[in-house]
């Protein structure tokens, strides 16, 4: 036996189209602030949300999902058989097993694609494009579909004034696929377990729920003031990381598309970037809340539907939430 | 610097006050909780913050949860503005 194990030659990735969904039922500031206490006025000015849009019984979680995986390989010009990967990010997915991924892949048409979730809260859109990157630079697949869905309003306790006004629905997707040009640079992430308390369930299946069956209904729980701090003071630092690993520098980054947790820390990551008047700043949240791991993907799809930018472009993601988690890349917009 | 007076903290609650529901710290404040004076747990961080900044003294994430009233800030500050100083 003389032969040599053999793995592909390095390659480049980008993404080449994006697909979103959007749950059909609007729901404005007016509909939930009585109920939680709250003025129209205060919700908009602490969150910058003016409406959000809930899913109904019929949008679960693989309906999104596929909608917008869909379009994103229509987009892309990709067809699902030539996906190799199906990667879900999802805090939502409620059944747990079988994953997220595997029914979307099943319902496309991938028939030759591994599928798998992962779970990293807000930040997991740019966590599953930086796996989504590197199984098509390493050659384990031709063409990734990362997809980032979310139902926050199943695990959302409608009465709780911190939580119900801010998170909502929807669901976004990309596919990335092997590319002449670097078109997604090198992730920056990390994840700080000593934060945990700041965002996270309130409850569980063990022991909670298999001790006492009459047990409440685990919901999401979160001290907003821990993100807001955390995530002001953290996030720049970790966006200009990306930047750095990409080999850029911030004045070169024309599109910024943070995670859509709060306007007021957009605005504050922003400042401490110093981004200039010139770079546009994806404020999707105005319109459809907190949508986790959807967020990004749903933000740049509404900057491109509205041609504020347009492909080719360097756009800095950021990702960040319960863990704590977080991830920022570059890439080039599809 | 070295101690930190209830008009000290009157100065940074007015300047970190909702602009649209303006709140009279005039009379007895220190004892009336923060969200009953109009206060909502980002306005207390951004007290605290103010305070970080301004006398270079850290507030950790406990610390400023533990902060339910102006007087929970006073108490806190002070012992450690006098350890600082001395």
Known sequence: ?334 | MSVFTTDDLRNIMRSSADEDAPVSLDGDFLDTRFDELGYDSLAVLEIATRIQQDYHLPMPDDAVDAMTTPRDVIDYVNPRLQDLSA
């Not at chain 1, 063990?206 to 955390?230: I, S």
């Open chain 1, 1 to 334: 036996m003389t032969g040599r194990l053999r793995v592909p030659e390095p390659r480049c990735s980008r993404i080449l189209g994006l697909g979103t969904y959007r749950p059909s039922r609007v729901v404005p500031n007016a509909e939930l602030a009585a109920r939680l206490g709250l003025s129209e006025a205060w919700i908009s000015k602490r969150s910058g949300i003016t409406s959000r849009r809930f899913a109904t019984d019929e949008e679960t979680l693989p309906f999104m999902s596929v909608a917008a995986g869909g379009k994103a390989l229509a987009q892309a010009g990709v067809a699902p058989e030539q996906i190799g990967g199906v990667v879900a990010a999802t805090t939502t997915h409620l059944t747990q097993m079988p994953s997220l991924a595997s029914e979307v892949a099943f319902r496309l048409g991938a028939t030759a694609a591994g599928a798998f979730d992962v779970l990293a809260a807000c930040a997991g859109f740019p966590y599953a494009v930086a796996l989504g990157s590197d199984l098509v630079r390493a050659g384990s697949a031709d063409h990734v579909l990362v997809i980032g869905a979310e139902r926050i309003t199943d695990i959302l306790d409608h009465d709780d004034p911190s939580t119900a006004f801010l998170f909502a629905d929807g669901a976004g997707a990309v596919v990335i696929g092997p590319s002449a040009t670097p078109g997604i640079g090198p992730v920056a992430w990390g994840a700080d377990g000593s934060r945990s308390s700041a965002v996270g369930m309130t409850g569980y299946w063990t022991p909670d729920l298999r001790t006492d069956a009459r047990a409440p209904w685990p919901v999401l729980g979160m001290a907003g003031w821990k993100v807001f701090r955390w995530a002001s003071e953290e996030m720049a630092g970790v966006a200009r990381r990306a930047v750095e690993l990409a080999g850029l520098t911030l004045d070169e980054i024309e599109v910024f598309v943070p995670h859509q947790a709060n306007m007021l820390i957009i605005d504050a990551i922003c400042g401490q970037l110093g981004l200039g008047s010139e770079v546009v700043v994806a404020r999707d949240i105005a319109e459809s809340g907190n949508t986790s791991a959807a967020s990004i993907p749903l933000a740049m799809g509404r900057l491109l539907e509205s041609d504020e930018i347009h492909s080719g472009q360097r756009a800095l993601l950021i990702g960040f939430g319960s863990g704590l988690v977080y991830a920022a890349q570059v890439v080039e917009v599809p």
